[in-house]
């Protein structure tokens, strides 16, 4: 008898481990083996089967939207594609075509050389420096696993491909010019669906299942899910929490809020108040746990500071030459177009309303430029346009001096050295580029 109790007993023991577990946004979950059955099943449907049945399963609805949102600004799975893989080969050229010039050319031997295999340095890889070297292994490092997480990150994408053409009726080419009015109300055509559906769940997940039920999903709850961390964020500018101000003179009125330090921000304050679901960590919520998470984030902010300090100069020397390669021919053909204005990222933050989402702050923040620089028109800087005016008409004597000594003996003077190496096209170009950038601080009505 004994012996047949033992028999049962692991009988159904086995019965219980016998199931999968089913992997979603929110975690793994198990399944007895009737679920396993129907993702067998599932695995055999058609596409649409498939995109529905993740649909109805999805446990992080916020981070589900926020993927869905992200899929839609980003235009699609090829585009999105696209924009990686040119983001890559970016990142390889900059960094290998600036070591190939600064590294594998011998500029010495360029004035008695005539082709360019003379002024190549031989296995120049090997005489790099430390700092060389220390780029070229950390850009290496990087790319490959930026390449490995884009290549794991297909899948995904192919599973929100799937969930826009055939849930939402949505395809690559049409989601160009789609507007996102028109995303929300196909995703509220869907919210009827259960989220509960995956099976065998603790109660926990469970709970946190009706928190993120569809059913109560609108054009609202959508914009408060994909903003919610944005949202603190435009709250600490606007109340001023966060003071960016150096203790410096002439810095200690303004404020220096840059792209890196908003990435630092979310990563120090943002990532540490909220959890992978995109909820407030219940601890943020107890006041007696006020000491212990002040000196965490100290701990945070102290590992972000070492971090910068040195990883900065290798991004700051990427930053310069990839806007240099970026810009040089658009101030070659426009000089002026440097000293033109535009909105500082502490600007884009204050001027932000709560819910509201990227693409519409965007189109407004474009829409408000023209009317923007010609207010700050309203109040004209007379010493900088006095100095630019007299800036202007130095560099364009100079120019125009040049300029018909040129014209009068053509062959001999444009080879002419006015200093040592330095030729009469250097300083024409030189002070063509000063003339323009001068003259297009000066305003028009002023001009």
């Known amino acids: ?6 028999d049962n007993r692991q009988r159904h023991q086995k019965r219980r481990t016998s199931g999968d577990t089913l992997t979603t946004r929110g975690g793994t979950v198990p399944t007895p083996p009737t679920a396993t059955r129907r993702l067998a099943g599932v695995a055999n449907a058609d596409p649409r089967e498939k995109a529905l049945y993740r649909w109805t399963n999805v446990v992080n609805l916020d981070v589900f939207l926020q993927d869905v949102y992200l899929y839609y600004l980003l235009r699609g799975f090829w585009s999105i594609l696209l924009r990686r893989l040119i983001g890559l080969v970016t ?25 360019m295999f003379q002024i190549l340095v031989p296995q120049c890889t090997r005489r790099m420096g ?10 290496t490092f990087t790319w490959i696993c930026k390449a490995c997480q884009d290549i794991r990150d297909i899948q995904r994408l192919r599973h929100l491909h799937d969930f826009y053409l055939h849930l939402l009726d949505v395809s690559d080419s049409e989601i160009q010019s789609i507007e996102w009015q028109e995303i929300v109300s196909r995703l509220m055509a869907l919210r009827d669906s259960n989220p509960t559906v995956a099976p065998n769940i603790s109660a926990t997940t469970r709970r946190w299942a009706h928190t993120q039920s569809k059913q109560r999903m609108d054009a609202h709850d959508i914009a408060n899910r994909l903003m919610r ?6 709250a600490m ?29 979310n990563w120090c304050i943002m990532d540490f108040v909220f959890n992978s679901k995109g ?12 000491k212990e998470l002040a000196e965490a984030l100290r701990r945070r902010f102290l590992f972000a500071g070492t971090a910068n300090l040195i990883i900065a100069p290798f991004l700051i020397i990427f930053i310069l030459i990839q806007n240099f390669f970026t810009y040089f021919n658009e101030y070659q053909k426009n000089p002026s177009s440097i000293s033109s204005r535009q909105y500082n990222v502490f600007a884009e933050w204050k001027f932000r309303e709560f819910n509201e989402l990227w693409h519409l702050f965007k189109k407004r923040i474009n829409m408000s430029h023209p009317f923007a620089s010609r207010y700050v028109d309203q109040f004209p800087k007379d010493k900088t346009i006095q100095a630019a005016r007299f800036v202007t008409f130095i560099s364009g004597a100079v120019i125009s001096v040049l300029g018909l000594a040129t014209v009068f003996d053509q062959e001999n003077f444009l080879s002419f050295e006015i200093t040592h190496g330095r030729t009469t096209l250097f300083y024409i170009g030189l002070f063509g580029g000063v003339w323009a950038v001068a003259r297009g601080m000066i305003p028009e009505d002023s001009a």
């Open 91 to 115: 990142v390889a050229f900059v960094v290998g075509f600036s070591l190939f010039l600064t590294q594998c050319i011998d500029y010495s031997s360029i004035k008695n050389s005539t082709e």
């Open 229 to 234: 961390r944005d949202n603190y964020m435009i």
């Open 237 to 265: 500018i606007n109340k001023d929490i966060l003071d960016m101000t150096l203790p410096m003179p002439l810095l200690r009125n303004r404020q220096l809020f840059t792209r890196t330090l908003e990435w630092n921000l």
């Open 130 to 139: 430390f700092f060389a070297n220390a780029l070229l292994w950390g850009t």
């Open 279 to 290: 909820q407030i960590r219940p601890l943020f919520l107890k006041e007696t746990h006020r």
């Open 1 to 6: 008898m004994n012996e047949r109790r033992s």
